[in-house]
């Protein structure tokens, strides 16, 4: 007679996880030979520890890094779109720093001065060639144009403009060689209507005429005198200019004055080897010659004083409230 097998189980491992470990198990019994008699042991059952490995977790590949958020938190909760708490932190002390704000401002200010006097430059440097080529169109001569202080910018948006200076290169003032032109312009409106471009107020010249500028000018421009001419000398005390022709052949004093709207050169006295000659020739062809220096200036400019010098002649001309004729009347004027 043989006991009955109870149902088997399998041993716990000692290196199951807590929370996969079952019941302890009661060993099976040895099947008994039938030949052999059943008897009762007393001795404790022995157990047999099985050793099993640890489970090695499964390989997970690690995704490379990127720079964008992952879909979920690893707490399973929505990444939050918030820019981190320290760049919030620097962002609100940048904002607050009242450093860094003056300093923005000093930059936009500084920005914004240069663009001014880029613009200052430019329109002055514009001004200067627009006003110097109507001054060489009328006096035939190189010029040179400045403004005042006064920023150009807003005369040119009033359309008003003061301190302007104007100096000719000194070469010739038409046909008159050795004149120079120092021109100060003040109080300009260009609001013109008709005919004219607007006015100017007030045209100041000074005009110096050199003793060699006035030989040469003598010599191409006068007949009959001209030729004879060599030498030029002036006398401040009489207020006379003396031309002196080669070889002692002969003079002609002359004493500049203003007539009309120009200037005149009165003959005083004609000499030839020594003896005085009538000056009704001389000063009929010298008439000539002084009347197309001075004629048909624009602006109504007239001549106010001469004076004579040690170095040859200085005149003063001017105008006042004068019409700035438009570009069909007077070519120069075209461009202003």
């Known amino acids: 007679m043989t006991n009955p097998q109870g149902p088997a189980h399998p041993d716990p491992s000692i290196w199951a996880r807590p929370g996969q ?55 399973g909760q929505p990444p939050s779109q918030d820019p981190p708490v320290a760049v919030k932190t620097k962002r609100r002390r940048f904002i607050g720093d009242p450093v860094s704000i003056i300093l923005v401002l000093v930059i936009v200010t500084a920005l914004a001065v240069a663009g001014l006097i880029a613009g200052e430059l430019y329109a002055r440097n514009r001004a200067d060639n627009v006003v110097a080529a109507a001054t060489e169109c009328v006096v035939q001569d190189q010029a040179k144009v400045s403004f005042g ?40 409106d260009l609001h013109g209507s008709g ?12 005009i110096t005429w050199t003793a060699d500028g006035i030989k040469q000018t003598v010599q191409d421009g006068v007949p009959f005198v001209g030729g004879l001419v060599s030498n030029v000398s002036t006398n401040t005390s009489a207020g006379t200019i003396e031309l002196n022709g080669a070889l002692g052949l ?36 010298l008439d000539t010659f002084t009347a197309g220096l001075t004629k048909d200036y624009p602006l109504g400019i007239h001549a106010d004083s001469v004076q004579v010098t040690n170095d040859g002649v200085v005149a003063h001309f001017s105008t006042r409230d004068a019409s700035i004729p438009a570009a069909q009347t007077d070519p120069c004027f075209a461009h202003v």
């Open 149 to 188: 202080p006064t920023p150009f910018l807003w005369q040119h948006i009033t359309g008003h403009y003061r301190d302007i200076s104007i100096r000719t290169a000194g070469h010739q003032i038409r046909s008159a060689k050795g004149m120079t032109a120092d021109i100060n312009i003040n109080d300009v």
């Open 250 to 285: 002969g003079s002609v004093t002359v004493k500049p004055q203003v007539a009309g709207s120009g200037l005149a050169l009165q003959v005083v006295k004609v000499t030839a080897m020594g003896a005085t000659l009538p000056h009704e020739t001389a000063q009929s062809a």
């Open 21 to 75: 470990q079952s019941a302890p198990t009661r060993p099976t019994p040895q099947a008994e030979s039938p030949t052999t008699p059943v008897t009762q042991s007393h001795t404790e059952p022995h157990y047999e520890p099985s050793y099993e490995p640890p489970a090695q977790p499964a390989q997970q590949s690690v995704p490379p890094p990127t720079l964008e958020f992952p879909a979920t938190s690893p707490y």
């Open 195 to 206: 005919d004219s471009k607007g006015t100017i107020g007030e045209l100041d010249a000074t």
